[in-house]
């Protein structure tokens, strides 16, 4: 019996010495990862909570705020669309209470709320709204998205913005991500509840699983010492603007921390036992819309359903931060990635780092990093520099051109004028999103496309000047 019970403390004691061992050499990794991932991508700032076995397993902050102060892990970040997940826990409360039904029409809920079906025949429900099958575009969503609207009954106003909106799909049928829906959700859930949407975050979610650090409008996250992140300029982090936005925190803009969306994670992990019953936990995580080989789209969440590598995980951004969200319960971890520098360019760099760091927990293993590219902003800047030349070095020449000549410049010059006018509505139809989208997202890009503006417009109206003269310099 001794030497049984002997054996057993030595399995034990050599178990808790491997298990100690691999759980510092992934704690190396994962700092040396994260320190080179943070250089080659050039974040300000960096805070990182990863929840395994239902307790903190690795935690660290690396870098500062656009203020000058040391990034901790109770700094306050907005989530962007990780806001999505926690909305959309929100109505799976309010569908367990029996206050909202998944399948109910909206005009249940929002009567005033008016849409174009434009020919189609279903109406939109709750469960469209939550999967982004409404049939209301991605373009729609962002005309009413980054508003900088703030105060009590903003998310009312950009819900009247939206009104009459036009379907481009049949409800139910595609899949198309839009922010539109989730802040119809937001206006759902002050209609049914009585209260702002705020109000309602902070009584029935943030306090019951004790996120005292997380807000849904600009004036508590200032209360509590929010900064503004960084805006990138051909990678280099620029301090942006103000650019909180109250109505699109159903959508992208509530703000928490590091800490407190450990404790997201815990209760995902934990089953959602403290707010929803399993049945309906298990409809909140469920996969709904199939978007493409084993991934999908649930309520609020990007889901895989692969055999062997089953999880799901959601990514936020804003235009001065960028978010991810993973977990994993059937090996019973997940993790909180906060930064503060976003770009429309850069939106893959999060997502490699969230990729490396599910390789360093689940395989040991360090990844390579990817390159950072800049690739678009330079393709742009080096046209916008070689448009310049040709413009300064054709007007020099053009004074040695006859009458016959001008003329076929003067058309060039009505060319140019057209291209100038129609160059940023050609650029909002490619990239599907609206010109004030893209001015926050891409801010470099978007002064390169003005620049590109400016100088087709001037070289046009100068290839009219010069030509007027030599007319006037012949009639004379």
Same mark, same amino acid.
């Not at 029996?98 to 429900?125: A, H």
């Given at each position: 019996?001794?030497?049984?019970?002997?054996?057993?403390?030595?399995?034990?004691?050599?178990?808790?010495? /491997?298990?100690? +061992?691999?759980?510092?050499? &992934?704690?190396?990794?994962?700092?040396?990862?994260?320190?080179?991932?943070?250089?080659? $991508?050039?974040?300000?700032?960096?805070?990182?909570?990863?929840? #395994? !076995?239902?307790?903190? /397993?690795?935690?660290?902050?690396?870098?500062?705020?656009?203020?000058?102060?040391?990034?901790?892990?109770?700094?306050?970040?907005?989530?962007?669309?990780?806001?999505?997940?926690?909305?959309?826990?929100? *109505?799976?409360?309010?569908?367990?209470?029996?206050?909202?039904?998944?399948?109910? %029409?909206?005009?249940? @809920?929002?009567?005033?709320?008016?849409?174009? #079906?434009?020919?189609?025949?279903?109406?939109?429900?709750?469960? &469209?709204?939550?999967?982004?099958?409404?049939?209301?575009?991605? $373009?729609?969503?962002?005309?009413?998205?980054?508003?900088?609207? =703030?105060?009590?009954?903003?998310?009312?106003?950009?819900?009247?913005?939206?009104?009459?909106?036009?379907?481009?799909?049949?409800?139910?049928?595609?899949?198309?991500?839009?922010?539109?829906?989730?802040?119809? *959700?937001?206006?759902?859930?002050?209609?049914?509840?009585?209260?702002?949407?705020?109000?309602?975050?902070? !009584?029935?979610?943030?306090?019951?699983?004790?996120?005292?650090?997380?807000?849904?409008?600009?004036?508590?996250?200032?209360?509590?010492?929010?900064?503004?992140?960084?805006?990138?300029?051909?990678?280099?982090?620029? #301090?942006?603007?103000?650019?909180?936005?109250?109505?699109?925190?159903?959508?992208?803009?509530? +703000?928490?921390? +590091?800490?407190?969306?450990?404790?997201?994670?815990?209760?995902?992990?934990?089953?959602?036992?403290?707010?929803?019953?399993?049945?309906?936990?298990?409809? @909140?995580?469920?996969?709904?819309?199939?978007?493409?080989?084993?991934? /999908?789209?649930?309520?609020?969440?990007?889901?895989?359903?692969?055999?062997?590598?089953?999880?799901?995980?959601?990514?936020?951004? %804003?235009? !001065?931060?960028?978010?991810?969200?993973?977990?994993?319960?059937?090996?019973?971890?997940?993790?909180?990635?906060?930064?503060?520098?976003?770009?429309?360019?850069?939106?893959? &760099?999060?997502?490699?780092?969230?990729?490396?760091?599910?390789?360093?927990?689940? !395989?040991?293993?360090?990844?390579?990093?990817?390159?950072?590219? /800049?690739?678009?902003?330079?393709?742009?800047?080096?046209?916008?520099?070689?448009?310049?030349?040709?413009?300064?070095?054709?007007?020099?020449?053009? #004074? =040695?051109?006859?009458?016959? =000549?001008?003329?076929?410049? +003067?058309?060039?010059?009505?060319?140019?004028?057209?291209?100038?006018?129609?160059?940023?509505?050609?650029?909002? $139809?490619?990239?599907?999103?609206?010109?004030?989208?893209?001015?926050?997202?891409?801010?470099?890009?978007?002064?390169?496309?003005?620049?590109?503006?400016?100088?087709?417009?001037? @070289?046009?109206?100068?290839?009219?000047?010069?030509? @007027?003269?030599?007319?006037?310099?012949?009639?004379?």
């Amino acid at each position: 019996m001794k030497k049984v019970m002997l054996f057993l403390l030595l399995s034990m004691t050599m178990f808790n010495s /491997y298990a100690s +061992a691999t759980s510092s050499d &992934h704690t190396q990794l994962i700092q040396d990862f994260m320190k080179k991932s943070i250089e080659e $991508y050039k974040i300000p700032g960096v805070s990182l909570t990863i929840v #395994k !076995d239902g307790e903190i /397993y690795f935690q660290d902050n690396w870098g500062s705020r656009s203020d000058g102060t040391p990034v901790t892990s109770e700094t306050l970040f907005t989530l962007g669309s990780i806001s999505k997940p926690l909305t959309s826990l929100a *109505l799976m409360k309010l569908v367990e209470q029996k206050n909202i039904e998944l399948d109910q %029409t909206i005009d249940t @809920y929002i009567p005033s709320f008016q849409y174009n #079906k434009n020919g189609f025949e279903k109406n939109i429900t709750i469960r &469209h709204l939550l999967t982004h099958t409404s049939g209301i575009s991605s $373009y729609e969503g962002l005309e009413v998205a980054e508003l900088m609207l =703030r105060g009590v009954n903003t998310i009312d106003e950009a819900v009247q913005k939206l009104n009459n909106v036009s379907l481009n799909h049949e409800p139910g049928e595609i899949h198309q991500y839009s922010a539109a829906n989730y802040l119809l *959700l937001g206006k759902v859930i002050e209609n049914v509840t009585d209260q702002s949407f705020a109000e309602f975050m902070d !009584d029935e979610i943030y306090s019951a699983l004790e996120m005292n650090r997380t807000v849904s409008n600009y004036e508590n996250a200032n209360r509590l010492g929010y900064q503004p992140g960084f805006q990138s300029w051909f990678g280099k982090p620029i #301090k942006s603007e103000n650019l909180f936005d109250d109505s699109g925190a159903p959508y992208g803009y509530i +703000a928490s921390t +590091a800490n407190d969306m450990s404790k997201f994670i815990q209760f995902l992990l934990d089953g959602g036992r403290d707010l929803l019953s399993n049945h309906t936990f298990d409809i @909140y995580t469920s996969p709904q819309v199939h978007r493409k080989e084993e991934m /999908y789209y649930g309520l609020g969440w990007r889901i895989s359903i692969k055999k062997t590598d089953s999880f799901y995980f959601h990514g936020g951004e %804003t235009p !001065d931060s960028r978010a991810e969200l993973f977990l994993n319960p059937e090996k019973d971890y997940g993790f909180i990635l906060l930064t503060n520098k976003n770009n429309f360019s850069e939106v893959l &760099h999060t997502a490699y780092i969230r990729e490396g760091l599910k390789t360093i927990i689940e !395989d040991g293993e360090l990844p390579e990093i990817p390159k950072a590219s /800049y690739q678009m902003q330079w393709i742009t800047l080096i046209v916008a520099i070689l448009l310049a030349v040709l413009t300064i070095w054709n007007l020099v020449h053009l #004074k =040695r051109k006859n009458l016959v =000549r001008i003329i076929r410049w +003067a058309i060039i010059g009505v060319i140019s004028i057209i291209f100038s006018l129609v160059l940023i509505p050609l650029i909002t $139809y490619l990239f599907d999103s609206p010109w004030h989208t893209i001015y926050y997202y891409a801010p470099d890009i978007a002064f390169l496309i003005i620049c590109l503006v400016g100088i087709l417009a001037i @070289y046009g109206l100068l290839l009219f000047f010069m030509m @007027y003269k030599k007319r006037k310099v012949l009639i004379c």
